[in-house]
């Protein structure tokens, strides 16, 4: 009997679906890849030097404060004393991004203030790098100090000369005084990190630094170019003949303020800029070199 030729059911299906998958390749037979042909998209901007941020109250050492604050030395009491060395903290609900202290000295020739502030900035913004962003709050610090344009001739850094600092490459943080014209301390509005913001009290005067009266051309509030990645001084002298130096300057992405102002105990006294911005600026060094 003659047997008859028989092909299973299943290998022909096998053959079908081996024969479909083959002519569908076209191009090896691999899908199209959405991304393929795509740019890769740009490195994210590297973070900024400091992750943490020193306690301000422990920054300056005695000696400074003995310098800028002499009533300290002048305290009979021991306990009072070391309570004034040890500064008040202000308020911040980061340490890590921001770290201030205050402290005050009385005297029968004055009365000393002494101001610190630490802020380190983080940009949230992938596009923007901690360093970028901490320049910006810089240059909205020193546009709000209204500093006078130089004048022919001048250095950016002349008047009393500062200690050393490393140039390495500065959201929010917490109130700090500044003197107005009415020689009184303002408390500045929470700033956009959360915390209250020290540089965001204006000037009582309504032309700003200009309004120093009896300070010469190369003690007028200024740029610095020996401090820090950035940095300028400015100097008020209020009616009252108070006389508040601040110094701020950008480290990579920490900006660090310093207010000192004097109150003099005789009417008609001013206090000396040279003096006030000579040891301003030796801290503001001082400072920057304890950054690292």
Known sequence: MQRKAYVPGAAVLLAALLAACTGGSGSGGRATDPKAGSTTSA???????????????????????????????????????????????????NNDRRSGCRWKAESTDATDHLFVDFERVVSYD???????AAHQVYATKEQAANLPEPSAGSSSSSGSPASPSPGSGSGSGFASPSSSASASATVSAAGASGSPDPSASASGSPSGSPSVTGTPADLQPRTLDDLGDEAFIDDELSTAQQRTVTVVFRTSNVIVTIEYDEQPAAPGTTPSSEDMQDKARKLAGQLAGSLG
């Open 43 to 93: 490195a994210a901007p590297q973070p900024g030097k400091y992750r943490t941020l020193a306690d301000a109250c422990s920054a300056v050492t005695h000696d400074t404060l003995d310098a800028l604050l002499p009533g300290l030395t002048r305290m009979a009491d021991q306990e009072q004393r070391d309570k004034a060395y040890q500064g008040d903290a202000a308020l911040t609900y």
């Open 126 to 132: 992938n596009a923007v790098s901690d360093d970028n």
